[in-house]
């Protein structure tokens, strides 16, 4: 009898011809193709090349952006600007190596499992991690005829939600209580959760201040992940709501109708037609105020329909209590928590670790957290998951 599992008589699948087929093509491309010209192709049949065996440096191409970019955009240069200096990369800049870390991050990662409206999302509504892709595009979009710094505004985007905590919004209001002046996800996702990848302070700062409540970025770049954040959300939010069932496209004002439409793509195409065009005309980041009184009318409406609905506000109060609880455990009893993360039980420095770990946790941790370690029945844990 074979060892090998594809040709084994006991596993009739696997002894498919097709599949046999199939599974010795996908084996014999195990160590790519031999060029004879000293590279190993992917292809067998690969032609494709730069057509010189030149290529440009990372300054070079630093150079090249900043005879590109508008006169007040961010330009890379080197490492960056760093908490702990670094040497610069021979071929990415700095923003592109922030990009970088932050996509490979376990911050990020996580977002995959963390609400953005709905929690325990269907498969076609958005999570964390869909919206901070959606803002990526929204702001690249802006940013890119603009002449500003696509890598840096996409960096910004995509970290921009990373220090929050499960189950939405709600995680603020739950962990404020615990750290002085409030439990903020955009402070928090900057001075805390990101650290680790010593990021530039230029993409720190406007994941910092990505919130219309925080002061206004350091950089255009930054301004225009602040737009783009709203645009996103409020676009794919209603989405989102009409898709679950909860409004439909004729409940929305009379003034968001005429002025964007009643799809995404209309509304995308005019808040982001009309950011390009404000600054075109006045050479600030903003928007036309016709547009923007539409776009307010609209993030009014979702905060009647969907955000504030009596269902919502059961399941903030579900997520704030099963937070907290899981806070005051872990505060109390460290040993639950990672090594590197352990205090003396009740002390200051023990109760920020719980925050930490807690705000770090996707929505399904949290439940089985809450199941597991507190005890708690299924009816007190925020419906749509099985424990």
Not at 141 to 167: K, M, Q, Y
Not at 273 to 284: L, P
Request: charged share 25%; glycine share 8%; proline share 6%.
């Amino acid at each position: 009898m074979s060892d090998d599992p594809l040709t084994s008589p006991n596993d009739s699948p696997h002894t498919d011809p097709d599949m046999q087929e199939r599974a010795e093509r996908w084996a014999s491309t195990m160590a790519g193709s031999d060029s004879g010209s000293g590279v190993t192709l992917a292809h067998a049949d690969s032609w494709a090349g730069t057509g010189s065996v030149q290529h440009r440096s990372r300054s070079e191409r630093e150079e090249a952006e900043d005879s590109t970019l508008s006169r007040l955009a961010t330009r890379s240069f080197a490492a960056g600007n760093r908490a702990i200096a670094e040497q610069a990369d021979p071929f990415r800049t700095c923003f592109e190596r922030d990009r970088d870390r932050i996509l490979h991050a376990p911050a990020f990662r996580r977002l995959a499992g963390k609400t953005q409206v709905f929690v325990f999302p269907d498969d076609h509504q958005r999570t964390r991690l869909t919206h901070a892709i959606e803002v990526a595009q929204v702001a690249a979009s802006v940013a890119r005829p603009l002449g500003l710094n696509v890598t840096l505004t996409e960096a910004i985007a995509l970290g921009h939600d990373c220090g929050h905590g499960p189950g939405g919004h709600a995680s603020e209001d739950a962990l404020a209580p615990y750290i002085e002046g409030g439990f903020d996800h955009a402070v928090w996702g900057a001075d805390v959760t990101l650290v680790p990848l010593n990021l530039c302070i230029e993409t720190l700062n406007g994941i910092r201040n990505h919130s219309w409540s925080r002061p206004a970025p350091a950089t255009p770049e930054g301004e225009v992940v602040s737009w783009a954040d709203r645009i996103a959300y409020v676009c794919h939010d209603f989405e989102d709501a009409v898709d679950a069932g909860i409004v439909t496209p004729d409940q929305l004002p009379p003034l968001v109708k005429s002025r964007c439409g009643t799809t995404r793509s209309q509304q995308l195409g005019t808040f982001i037609t009309s950011m390009v065009q404000a600054a075109m005309k006045t050479g600030r980041i903003g928007m036309e105020p016709d547009i923007a009184e539409a776009l307010a009318a609209f993030r009014k409406f979702n905060y009647e329909e969907v955000y504030l609905r009596p269902e919502s506000r059961h399941q903030a109060d579900q997520v704030i209590a099963l937070l907290r609880a899981l806070v005051e455990f872990y505060t109390v009893s460290p040993d639950h928590l990672p090594e590197d993360l352990r205090f003396t039980s009740g002390s200051t420095e023990a109760q920020h670790s719980a925050v930490a770990y807690v705000a770090g946790m996707t929505d399904r941790f949290a439940c089985r957290q809450g199941a597991v370690l507190l005890g708690w029945s299924e009816d007190r844990l925020p419906q749509g998951i099985d424990v």
